[in-house]
């Protein structure tokens, strides 16, 4: 039996040798008419003049987006304090808010407050240990003393708070 073999199915590559490109002859294959010379003008015209104008009008949707946004959350925040306002204006809410607020009673009322009534999940903890080391200050001290001290003395003294009495008003004098 005589052995034959199958022809490769791909053919053999032969390492082809580079031929140098001629660009010149690529390049004088190209013909250009007058009317292509003028289009492509046109073109890179109306690239130079649309491409700013794009920008802006991309700009400008950019900006009236985050100003809808902007007023969505105004009306969202216009509708909140509506809200308020509307709650405000119930007696009923101003005494809860009187009562719960600032502790007003009325007259003949025994009131209990509650101290440390939180339960301990709520209470605060301290965070971080209290180290015995001494540690340098990386600050300085006795500047911020001076400071404090100052701003302490030339600031303006105000009127003390007094909580839970309303400001009396000066009643006018009649002269004759």
Do not use: H
């Amino acid at each position: 039996m005589a052995k034959t073999t199958a022809p490769p199915s791909r053919p053999s590559r032969r390492r082809a040798e580079r031929r140098p490109v001629d660009v010149r002859g690529w390049l004088g294959g190209i013909r250009l008419s007058g009317f292509m010379v003028i289009m492509l003008g046109l073109v890179v015209l109306a690239a130079f003049v649309l491409v700013p104008t794009i920008g802006t009008y991309v700009d400008q949707r950019q900006q009236i987006a985050a100003l809808e946004a902007a007023v969505e959350l105004s009306g969202e925040e216009v509708a909140e304090l509506e809200s308020q306002r509307d709650r405000w204006s119930d007696p009923a809410y101003i005494t809860t808010q009187a009562r719960e607020r600032l502790y007003y009673v009325r007259p003949g009322e025994v009131v209990y407050l509650v101290d440390n009534d939180l339960p301990p999940e709520l209470a605060p903890q301290e965070q971080v240990p209290v180290s015995e080391d001494v540690e340098q200050t990386r600050t300085d001290w006795m500047s911020q003393l001076v400071r404090s001290v100052t701003a302490a003395g030339l600031s303006q003294t105000v009127k003390a708070p007094t909580i839970g009495v309303p400001d009396q008003e000066p009643t006018p004098s009649t002269t004759p």
